[in-house]
């Protein structure tokens, strides 16, 4: 299983970015997605999850109304666009797969089995 997440950068506060994450080596559908951010001197932390087929979707309060998770099975890919940047939104991001045959769509670090590389997202002010 491999997840390559990319789309992070510098922007200014009130922008927009759109983070992708290509997924190979499994049953992309199968897995349930979640993207996670930590930032310097924090945990890590649940920002947006979406269901097998995209039916079941949960947010972060912190980014709910800003961020919208979104997946693509044709193209193994989950995306989050991110508008309405904060500086508060600074981390890196990754992109986490969950395995498990459930359609509970899960918002804990311990809840996914595979973890992409991050891409860091930078917001100034």
């Known amino acids: 299983v491999q997840l390559q997440a990319s789309g992070g950068g510098l922007v200014q506060a009130g922008g927009s970015l759109r983070l992708s994450c290509a997924s190979s080596?499994?049953?992309?559908?199968?897995?349930?997605m979640g993207w996670f951010r930590q930032a310097p001197g924090k945990e890590r932390e649940f920002v947006a999850a979406i269901g097998w087929s995209g039916g079941r979707i949960i947010y972060a309060d912190s980014v709910k109304g800003r961020f919208t998770i979104s997946r693509d099975n044709a193209k193994n890919t989950v995306y989050l666009q991110m508008n309405s940047l904060e500086p508060e939104d600074t981390a890196v991001y990754y992109c986490?797969?969950?395995?498990?045959?459930?359609?509970?769509?899960?918002?804990?670090?311990?809840?996914?089995?595979?973890w992409g590389q991050g891409t860091l997202v930078t917001v100034s002010s």
């Open positions: 080596g499994y049953s992309f559908s199968n897995y349930k």
């Open positions: 986490a797969a969950d395995s498990t045959p459930l359609s509970v769509v899960v918002t804990t670090v311990k809840g996914y089995d595979y």
